[in-house]
């Protein structure tokens, strides 16, 4: 037991503490704390590899239009080309076809001639005979049409001192007088105040086996169209006549007999009495040399 104080108490116990142990080593507390590395959210990794991969359709979609865009230019380069290259053979299917248009008479579109030279074309009528006329050539300087006839039409007329004959056209008639007649070519020329369209003379002669059409009045049957082909040139009495196979009748005498091009080739005057397709005109060249104003 402790001892005791002669009061009876405990006495109070030294306190101490012992001394610690030195050192000139330092001391070490521990290893220093490592600061974690942050976690990567797998987003970001999603997000780079989606970026990665537009990247590389961006690239290939561009490649993809600049390699299309050539083709495109190639493409339209080529069709250019072909176009060019089809003109230019067009051109000369065309020339070519002229050409042999020129050398042929070319086709003849009868109902393409007919409605457009028909409105030129009449019955030509006296108190003795009927027949055919046509305006053709230049317009006269007084103003009004000049147009061609056969002299026996008129003859009659002219020889007792008539000069006034009649036009008619799909129910309508127009006064005009003679002014000229050529007996030994069998040519008349007729004027009316009235304004007609002019036909055009052929420049050129027509070929054997070359189309024509007719227009005339046939037994008074005016707007007749009859087509056949030049046959042959004949010389009767002394001048030159075209032969062709187109049907012609009394009445068709003075009409106008045209080419494809619709041209005046010739001015019909007689048919053989006892045959069929044996038809006589007075070329053209011949009515101009004889009437030149109305060429």
Not at 78 to 104: G, H, I, P, S, V
Not at 156 to 162: H, T, V
Request: with cysteine; hydrophobic share 45%.
């Amino acid at each position: 037991m402790p001892p005791t104080s002669p009061t009876g108490s405990i006495p109070p116990q030294p306190t101490s503490i012992p001394p610690q142990p030195t050192s000139s080593w330092p001391v070490s507390a521990g290893p220093a704390p490592v600061a974690a590395a942050p976690r990567r959210s797998p987003l970001a990794g999603i997000a780079l590899a989606l970026a990665v991969v537009l990247l590389i359709v961006v690239g290939v979609q561009a490649a993809l239009i600049v390699d299309l865009e050539k083709k495109v230019d190639k493409t339209n380069a080529a069709a250019k080309a072909a176009a060019t290259d089809d003109a230019a053979r067009l051109k000369a299917l065309e020339d070519r076809a002229d050409k042999l248009e020129q050398k042929t008479g070319g086709s003849l579109d009868a109902a393409a001639v007919a409605e457009s030279v028909r409105p030129s074309v009449f019955r030509v009528t006296t108190k003795y005979a009927i027949g055919t006329g046509f305006a053709v050539g230049k317009a006269p300087s007084g103003g009004g049409t000049n147009l061609i006839t056969n002299y026996h039409v008129v003859a009659e007329a002219y020889e007792k001192g008539e000069k006034n004959v009649n036009l008619e056209r799909t129910d309508q008639r127009f006064p005009a007088k003679i002014i000229e007649v050529h007996p030994d070519k069998d040519l008349a020329v007729l004027h009316t105040d009235e304004e007609f369209t002019k036909l055009a003379p052929a420049a050129a002669v027509p070929k054997v086996g070359e189309p024509v059409l007719v227009i005339g009045s046939p037994m008074g049957l005016e707007d007749t169209v009859t087509t056949g082909v030049v046959s042959a040139f004949r010389t009767l009495n002394g001048e030159a006549l075209m032969q062709f196979d187109a049907a012609i009748n009394p009445g068709n005498s003075g009409g106008p007999v045209f080419n494809a091009k619709k041209e005046v080739v010739g001015v019909a005057t007689l048919k053989a009495q006892q045959a069929e397709g044996i038809g006589l005109a007075i070329p053209i060249s011949v009515v101009c040399e004889t009437v030149p104003a109305v060429c």
